[in-house]
């Protein structure tokens, strides 16, 4: 029985895929980014993440765009996931496609390393820390502060 459900599942996935009617004419997928700007503009920190991914390597289409790669890694990033975070701190870090910034390239970091744990807390937190270096007391209590803020980051120097 088994095997021939397996077989059924073959033939419809080499006839077009279930859920379509026999002759009918395929529906043309939206292509992949039209597919994640679509779910970006809707708030998906994972697809935003990933346009600003390839808004920065400028793939699938985009063009590279370091302004827009921020824009996208701060909008997930303000959803609280971790890579972004860590990717603005490196483009703040680094002055890429933002004014370089060492408080919030410290906070960015600061935020990512308390969502992450493992190999990737431990990277991110010697990214910290090398930036933490660069700060002044004054200027690390108030990195440290705003981390410990809550909410969105909207600054964008």
């Given at each position: 029985m088994a095997g021939s459900i397996v077989h059924i599942a073959v033939v419809l996935s080499m006839a077009g895929g279930f859920g379509q009617t026999p002759g009918a004419p395929a529906v043309p997928r939206q292509p992949l980014r039209e597919r994640l700007l679509e779910r970006a503009l809707k708030g998906d920190a994972v697809a935003q993440f990933d346009l600003g991914k390839d808004y920065e390597g400028g793939r699938i289409g985009l063009p590279q765009d370091l302004f827009q790669a921020a824009h996208w890694?701060?909008?997930?990033a303000n959803r609280g996931d971790p890579f972004a975070e860590a990717s603005l701190g490196i483009f703040y870090n680094f002055g890429k496609g933002v004014e370089r910034d060492y408080?919030?390239?410290?906070?960015?970091?600061e935020r990512s390393a308390s969502h992450l744990t493992g190999g990737d807390r431990e990277t991110v937190i010697?990214?910290?820390?090398?930036?933490?270096?660069?700060?002044?007391?004054?200027?690390?209590?108030?990195?440290?502060?705003?981390?410990?803020?809550?909410?969105?980051?909207?600054?964008?120097?």
């Open positions: 890694y701060r909008e997930s408080v919030l390239a410290y906070m960015w970091f010697e990214m910290r820390d090398s930036v933490g270096e660069k700060l002044t007391s004054g200027q690390l209590a108030k990195a440290q502060a705003m981390a410990k803020e809550p909410g969105p980051v909207s600054r964008q120097e």
